[in-house]
């Protein structure tokens, strides 16, 4: 009898001792799983070539990370510009504004003024003036507009003009001031890749900072126009096609678009 009650007590633990088994390995698989969940995501916004959560031809969206694409071209052994980083002496720049006069849409002309701070992003300010000087966004589209978060613009109109720019990357600035509502920022591919495309915060971006996004001027009149600039198509433009087509393309396939008419120094 004695033997018989060993046993039964003996069975009766089993059944217990399995379910807790079951229990433990569960959590155990819980946790290896939000744990290779965050890695990946991490590593998704940290490592992925993104512009600003629009896609290339084989990478996925995403709307968090401010990323710009890069192509490929046999043009860039040709241009003139140098496809190294742009590394020469920054000459001082006083604080300046820059006026965009833009179509908001048809019949719907406005403009909005950006402040300059050189002491900001001293490379990125000098970048900034070189291209307006040359009138390099003049013709160009709002390309990427995600509501509540930012509005991009800087891929020229004319094909061979973004493929002359495309390598012609400057190093990074350190972040001083933070992506605030209406501040202006470079987009970048990583590390010392910054060329010619642009962001403003539509609203507070703070997580940008972390992620070294320099803001290098700031919206001081007409942010209300910013606000209004064309947003229907999201993040449907594809920037490889803008870079190859320029406004051919985005006037076929995305008429809408905001457009910059002219940039001026104030």
Do not use: C
């Amino acid at each position: 009898k004695h033997k018989m009650k060993h046993r039964t007590k003996n069975a009766k633990k089993r059944p217990e001792l399995r379910s807790n088994a079951v229990y433990i390995i569960a959590i155990i698989m819980l946790v290896v799983l939000t744990f290779v969940t965050f890695k990946v995501t991490w590593e998704q916004l940290k490592s992925r070539t993104y512009l600003f959560g629009s896609k290339t031809l084989s990478e996925p969206q995403n709307k968090i990370a401010i990323r710009q694409s890069s192509i490929e071209s046999s043009a860039h052994s040709t241009t003139n510009i140098s496809a190294s980083i742009a590394e020469t002496r920054i000459p001082a720049v006083q604080p300046t504004q820059v006026i965009f006069r833009i179509s908001v849409k048809e019949g719907d002309e406005s403009s909005f003024t950006v402040l300059i701070h050189p002491e900001w992003s001293p490379r990125g300010v000098v970048r900034f003036l070189e291209l307006v000087n040359l009138k390099f966004y003049e013709g160009g589209r709002f390309f990427r507009v995600v509501p509540n978060f930012v509005v991009q613009f800087g891929l020229s109109a004319d094909p061979a003009s973004s493929i002359r720019w495309t390598q012609s990357r400057i190093k990074d600035d350190p972040v001083i001031q933070s992506n605030r509502r209406g501040t202006i920022t470079f987009a970048t591919s990583g590390k010392d890749s910054r060329t010619t495309q642009v962001f403003v915060n539509l609203k507070d971006n703070l997580f940008l900072d972390r992620m070294g996004f320099s803001p290098f001027g700031e919206v001081v009149s007409g942010m209300d126009v910013v606000d209004r600039i064309f947003a229907g198509y999201g993040e449907q433009p594809r920037q490889d096609l803008i870079q190859q087509q320029g406004e051919s393309y985005l006037a076929k396939e995305f008429p809408n678009l905001s457009k910059i008419l002219a940039s001026t120094l104030a």
